[in-house]
């Protein structure tokens, strides 16, 4: 059981993470539609910073599926 807990700890961490990354991407989003709303070409550092967190997430939500997994597996 003592692993199961260690999981659950994980799992929620990586959520929170997720989360906060999620936010964080959001205000280079948020400049990213602001330029093309205004019929100008984004600034380039709103879109690295945005395709750098958003490679972030993705491997967050690997690792999350993964510990899912896990503790799933160790459920059965």
């Not at 991407?25 to 690295?48: M, T």
């Amino acid at each position: 059981m003592e692993k199961a807990e260690e999981l659950k700890a994980a799992i929620e961490a990586s959520e929170e993470e997720i989360e906060k990354l999620e936010k964080k991407r959001l205000r280079s989003q948020s400049a990213i539609l602001e330029a093309q709303l205004d019929k100008r070409e984004p600034d380039a550092r709103d879109a690295e910073y945005f395709k750098a967190l958003t490679s972030l997430i993705r491997l967050e939500r690997e690792k999350l599926r993964m510990l899912q997994a896990e503790l799933n597996a160790l459920a059965k």
